[in-house]
């Protein structure tokens, strides 16, 4: 028997959702599954799984304070499955949204809640977690960070003979602990949820956000979108662009 995840964004890539999966993946040991749910062609894999699962993990994003409706599509099937195969696993969440409260998602655990009483599951609860976005983006500035580290150590060992460049080394160590603080939060409620998904019993609901005050996140926030739309169709994801009427 064995936690089964499920990644539930409908990205193909660098969501969010996979990110929060790697880290609670990392607290609970053992065999684990791990399957990706975008379209109803993945339904099918996802629920035999179920069979020999003692718990499911399912990381999503929120949509409009809710369960993006492909997930909830996938729920109705779950429910009749479970009924009819008499499963009654333990169901966790794991929640993430754009704007910086993770409480935002409560009306999405509701939900789950709901959902898991009329299932016939048992509700081992959840993490909501706010500026996943941002949070997400420190993955990637961990790694470019890692880059410099080796570029710097490359370029000081051809330039001075010295395999260990201190000043890059101290700066990558300061880049770190500041992302490591970032996502201190996250890390507490998913270790914390690991712990129960391992032995079993409910966690509770938990919310976290990004560790940075609200008005840095607005700031960065409002950056990161800016230039994120000019490269994905103009200003503003062609919101201030001149629509076509569609006739008929
Ligand atoms: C259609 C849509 C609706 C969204 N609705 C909300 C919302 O109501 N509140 C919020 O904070 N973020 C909202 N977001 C932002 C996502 O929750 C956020 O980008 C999340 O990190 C995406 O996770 P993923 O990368 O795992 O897909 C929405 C995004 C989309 C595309």
Redo the contacts with the bound molecule.
Sequence with gaps: MKPLFI?????KR???????LSLQRLFVRGEKVTKKLRTPADHARILMEFNDAQAVVF????????I?SHVLRFMEEMEAYCKKNSLHLSLYCIA????I?GR?NEPLMQSFEHFCSRAGLTWGGGVGI?G??ML?VTRIVFVVDIALLVLNTVLSMINTGNFFPKEAWISFGENAALLLYFNLGVLFYLARMGSSIRKGTASGKKYTRILIPSFIFILFADVFFIIISLFEGGLFRGWLAKKEIENG
């Design positions: 990644n539930c964004s409908p990205k660098f969501c969010a959702s996979a990110y929060f990381c999503l994003p929120l949509y409009v304070d809710g993006p993430n949204n754009g704007f409260e935002q706010g996943g976005v997400n």
